[in-house]
T-cell receptor, first 111, second 112 residues
Framework: RKEVEQDPGPFNVPEGATVAFNCTYSNSASQSFFWYRQDCRKEPKLLMSVYSSGNEDGRFTAQLNRASQYISLLIRDSKLSDSATYLCVVNQNNAGNMLTFGGGTRLMVKP | DAGVTQSPTHLIKTRGQQVTLRCSPKSGHDTVSWYQQALGQGPQFIFQYYEEEERQRGNFPDRFSGHQFPNYSSELNVNALLLGDSALYLC???????????FGPGTRLTVL
């Protein structure tokens, strides 16, 4: 079983749609959680951290369920520019700061 | 404020050769991590350097080695290259004790 699992997609959605991505992680001792965005042939860029209380940044909402070891990302009012691969990332050891990435979920937003 | 920089951008090598990749961290950052990203996959952690020492290592063979300099910049060395080493090599910098890492643009290595 992979340490961080994501549906690879692709998710094809029209502009303005709401889309949700899910991610599960295997290590219950994981300390911190992130969503990164990666455009084609570019480096990953931090989209948002994920907190137990849930957090929102504009059109993006992230949720963490520690009991189920599950992380989600909700994108509202999708834009063409949201087309990218979204990487679920877990830091299993705060002190060591070693990030474990899921395989990514590809999103294609169409006009 | 310069972000994380990496050199070279692209590199082509043949099997058995050795390669050195370079990374300069974001200003104010003291920790450098290296990741390998094969096509269609998420990045995989290679190792992390802090205070010029390797602090953590992922599941990579000894052919992969590194170094950190007093100015916090870092090198990744790969010996005896294999075809399977072809990938995007990403450097990420952070401050020790902080969770967030910032990635450089990567070096795309092709092994023929």
């Amino acid at each position: 079983r992979k340490e961080v699992e994501q549906d690879p997609g692709p998710f094809n959605v029209p502009e303005g749609a709401t889309v949700a991505f899910n991610c599960t992680y295997s290590n219950s001792a994981s300390q911190s959680f992130f969503w990164y965005r990666q455009d084609c042939r570019k480096e990953p860029k931090l989209l948002m951290s994920v907190y137990s209380s849930g957090n929102e940044d504009g059109r993006f909402t992230a949720q963490l369920n520690r009991a189920s070891q599950y992380i989600s990302l909700l994108i509202r009012d999708s834009k063409l520019s949201d087309s990218a691969t979204y990487l679920c990332v877990v830091n299993q050891n705060n002190a060591g700061n070693m990030l474990t990435f899921g395989g990514g979920t590809r999103l294609m937003v169409k006009p | 404020d310069a972000g994380v920089t990496q050199s070279p951008t692209h590199l082509i090598k043949t099997r058995g050769q050795q390669v050195t990749l370079r990374c300069s961290p974001k200003s104010g950052h003291d920790t450098v991590s290296w990741y390998q990203q094969a096509l269609g996959q998420g990045p995989q952690f290679i190792f992390q350097y802090y205070e010029e020492e390797e602090r953590q290592r992922g599941n990579f063979p000894d052919r992969f080695s590194g170094h950190q300099f007093p100015n916090y910049s870092s090198e990744l060395n790969v010996n005896a290259l294999l075809l399977g080493d072809s990938a995007l090599y990403l450097c990420a910098s952070s401050r020790q004790g902080w969770n967030e890492q910032f990635f450089g643009p990567g070096t795309r290595l092709t092994v023929l």
